[in-house]
């Protein structure tokens, strides 16, 4: 059944060995890292990285009390759980990032990385994030750059139909999204969100230099060239960190869960299952996954 807004789904996919694992993307991998920790604070109580998939930069949240992988593969979560072990700080989840099961103002640190790609209504997103950041909490977002240099000469040469400095979105296939910083920046600010530091990644992701240059150096590189991001933004990747609205109010103490049907709290009592007391719907947990795709069937 085709839900809306659309959700790009990677159940059962192999998304980390044909993408990650072996494929030579050791420089993305490394030059992400470098800028995550830049915008991210080092420590903190909550955080949630949204579009967590298997969990590749779950490594770099170990100051963190309490961490929550989200996402909408349970599949991919499940190979994050093998890799990570029984870590008693990771909480996977699996949902709809559109109707997010949180209560408000719950995660001091969102982070989300590789994944507003997949986001047909980035807006939507941004609201939902805005209600479950704690007032005056980070929001580290990374997202695919329409306006990149390899965009502006493929323009210039008429290899491309689609305009770089045009700001709407362009959609290249179903559900993969490249975004014009001005946009982003725009849907953020009518979120509540106050934009701050911006940073210009991955200006090396080239076969050629990949393969002939050594990894460490790249990455250097890379990383003095990030700082650019607050001149310009011409990168394929581009990070910036933002502030979570201020006004509302942090969690009460105990609550974590939320329906995401009609958000009344939810009390998770270590059953194989979450009942809302609003609207009657259960959500499964079973193994340690929190499953919030679908209600169990009554």
Not at 11 to 18: A, F, H
Not at 23 to 29: A, F, L, N, S, V
Not at 108 to 122: F, G, K, M, N
Request: glycine letters at 8%.
């Amino acid at each position: 059944m085709m839900t809306f807004p659309p959700i790009c789904d990677y159940e059962g996919s192999n998304y980390r060995q044909r993408f990650w694992e072996g494929q030579g993307r050791e420089y993305e991998d490394l030059s992400e890292r470098v800028a995550l920790r830049r915008l991210m604070p080092g420590s903190g109580s909550v955080l949630i990285e949204i579009g967590a998939g298997f969990g590749r930069l779950a490594s770099e949240y170990r100051g963190y009390k309490k961490v929550v992988l989200f996402d909408y593969s349970r599949s991919l979560l499940r190979e994050a759980q093998a890799r990570l072990g029984n870590d008693p700080r990771f909480i996977y989840v699996a949902g709809n990032w559109y109707d997010m099961p949180f209560v408000d103002g719950l995660f001091d640190t969102l982070v989300q990385i590789r994944s507003l790609h997949h986001t047909a209504e980035p807006a939507t997103l941004f609201d939902q994030l805005a209600r479950i950041g704690r007032p005056g909490g980070n929001y580290v977002l990374e997202f695919a750059n329409k306006k990149n240099l390899k965009a502006i000469l493929r323009y210039a040469l008429r290899r491309q139909s689609w305009s770089p400095f045009e700001t709407d979105p362009v959609e290249f296939t179903h559900l993969h999204y490249d975004f014009h910083p001005a946009w982003v920046r725009e849907r953020l600010r009518n979120a509540g969100f106050t934009t701050g530091q911006s940073l210009s990644v991955s200006y090396f992701r080239v076969p050629f230099l990949k393969r002939y240059v050594p990894t460490p150096w790249l990455v250097g590189i890379d990383s003095l060239m990030q700082h650019t991001g607050q001149l310009w933004q011409l990168s394929p990747s581009v990070f910036m960190h933002n502030h979570v609205p201020s006004n509302g109010r942090p969690a009460p103490a105990g609550q974590f869960f939320a329906c995401p049907k009609c958000a009344t709290p939810l009390e998770d009592e270590g059953h194989s299952s979450l009942s809302c007391g609003g609207c009657g719907l259960k959500w499964a947990v079973e193994d340690g996954l929190y499953d919030f795709k679908t209600p169990i069937p009554v």
